[in-house]
């Protein structure tokens, strides 16, 4: 899972009650790692964490369909190419 992270372009993290640890731990690599993450969380909001104060971090909520889903990738690949080109 962990060579996976090194080849995407971005997460789509699903989370809810009871989610397990690991999928927090791939969250964390991949923000590392610079990667955009697309969060959906729970109906309730369940599952909030420090990762959401990093800007490469876009919350969905539920229920989401595919063009949601599009335009939240968007969002959160639009967010690293701003930062990175403010950073040249």
């Keep these: 899972a962990f060579a ?6 971005v997460l789509v993290a699903l989370t ?4 397990p640890r690991g ?15 697309v969060w959906v969380s729970g109906k ?5 964490n420090i990762f959401d104060s ?3 971090c876009v919350r969905a909520q539920p ?11 968007e969002r959160a690949l639009e ?3 701003v930062a990175g080109s403010a950073e040249e």
């Design 54 to 56: 990093d800007f490469r």
């Design 63 to 73: 229920p989401i369909d595919g063009k949601t889903l599009l335009a939240a990738i």
């Design 23 to 37: 999928t927090l731990i791939e969250i964390g690599i991949a923000l590392g790692l610079g990667k955009p993450v």
């Design 16 to 19: 809810d009650q009871g989610t």
């Design 4 to 9: 996976q992270l090194l080849l995407c372009d």
């Design 44 to 48: 309730n909001g369940e599952g909030r």
């Design 79 to 81: 967010r690293v190419r």
